[in-house]
């Protein structure tokens, strides 16, 4: 057995073990709830036992980390796959050193589904070991993206708690107009993570359902202006074909023969057509889920997490969500700032060169500057440093997710199937 086979195998052990650990906690919250001996003992007990469970897995994901970096002979960042593994063994780090801080095991309760979540999502792109282009043929690969990732990680635990802090004190109860828009803020978030869900779903689905379908698309050198014929190859139904495209054979799904539309033609690029195929696909399969999530549970999802923070202090929540921006801060702006334009300046012969991934790495910086502004001079805190902790782990997600999917750049090299 190979080094990169053995790495594999620790990746699907760590997912695993992962999934028992958030499985437990929530026999530790909704256990309690049921108990009606000594409830705070069984939430310790299985608090405890989930905590082990998970520090078990993250064993096996830095053994997938460290034997796939000796397997492949360079750090495990360079496409989409290995870099979102290794964010999600960052969340892992980050709360741990969070718990160990401030000994809130709960966390996990919340930072084991996202690191759940961005594990299978790694896991929808390419796997196999590629040769590093040119430009990715340095040290300074693993310098500038696994602190950038670390920096987000932390980003994504301040995410955690700020969501735990907006879950544990909007009050559902009142009817007045700033709370009816704070509880619809609140669950439009719960939206956008079952959308997430739906489309690692749907993707799962029609790759183990074998659906493929293929278009011809023309495309023009513009230095040579020399046409060729490309083959697009679609893995989910085609809601839309790619711009200017005939289709070369096509599964037939729910009665589904030809695409609905075809793209936009300001939409360039050979993937642009399935990438917006993508989007679509995660929309319609997320509001599905969440329709079917609101027809079980018959009320918000917001609402229905809601009982099982009521022991927690806001305030620890609000405390926690500050020091892991403020920890992810710095890091960040080392890793996806500074070392980034150094590196980019030894690659491509520039510091600074607009590419949508730099621009969107700005953005995220910028934002959190002006959290730390307002959290540190005009004394937001609680709700109003809460939502911004959500909204800029949006903000990252969309740096890291929706600029491959919707825009071309020098960093779509990483991997984007």
Request: glycine letters at 8%.
């Amino acid at each position: 057995m190979t080094l990169v086979e053995i790495s594999s195998d620790a990746f699907i052990a760590a997912f695993f073990l992962y999934c028992a650990s958030f499985f437990m906690y929530t026999i530790a919250v909704m256990g309690r709830r049921f108990r009606k001996r000594d409830p705070e003992a069984h939430l310790a007990k299985w608090g405890k036992i989930a905590f082990i469970t998970g520090v078990l897995g993250l064993v096996g994901h830095l053994i997938y980390f460290f034997t796939r970096w000796a397997g492949a002979g360079h750090v495990p960042v360079s496409n989409m796959y290995e870099f979102m593994s290794f964010m999600a063994l960052a969340i892992m780090i980050a709360f741990l050193i969070l718990y160990f801080i401030y000994k809130k095991s709960l966390l996990g309760l919340f930072a084991l589904p996202l690191t759940i979540l961005i594990m299978a999502y790694a896991a929808v792109f390419p796997q196999e070991v590629q040769p590093l282009i040119p430009s990715l043929q340095s040290y300074w690969l693993g310098i500038h993206v696994t602190l950038a990732a670390l920096g987000d990680a932390f980003f994504a635990v301040g995410f955690i708690a700020g969501l735990m802090h907006l879950l544990r004190t909007v009050d559902f109860s009142q009817s007045g107009k700033s709370s009816r828009r704070e509880q619809r803020w609140l669950e439009l978030c719960m939206f956008l993570i079952v959308v997430l869900i739906g489309f690692i779903v749907s993707v799962y689905s029609f790759r183990a359902g074998g659906y493929e379908a293929v278009f011809n698309q023309p495309q023009v050198d513009p230095e040579t202006e020399t046409s060729t014929i490309v083959r697009v190859e679609y893995s989910m139904p085609p809601l839309v074909a790619p711009y200017n495209s005939e289709t070369e054979s096509m599964t037939s799904f729910l009665g589904m023969k030809s695409p609905l539309f075809e793209a936009p033609s300001w939409m360039e690029g050979v993937n642009a057509g399935r990438k917006f195929n993508t989007v679509l696909w995660s929309v319609l399969s997320g509001a599905i889920l969440y329709g079917l999530f609101r027809l079980i549970l018959r009320k918000p999802i917001a609402l229905f997490i809601q009982p099982a923070l009521k022991r927690l202090n806001p305030d620890d929540l609000d405390e926690i969500s500050y020091r892991a921006i403020a920890i992810g801060f710095p890091v960040f702006t080392l890793g996806g700032l500074i070392f980034a334009m150094i590196w980019a300046e030894i690659a491509w012969g520039r510091f600074w060169g607009w590419d949508p991934k730099e621009v969107w790495a700005l953005i995220t910086w910028l934002f959190y500057s002006v959290y730390l502004h307002f959290r540190l001079s005009r004394g937001w805190q609680g709700k109003y440093s809460s939502w911004l902790s959500v909204i800029g782990f949006i903000v990252v997600m969309f740096t890291l997710v929706g600029v491959n999917l919707i825009i071309a750049g020098l960093h779509s090299y990483a991997g984007t199937d």
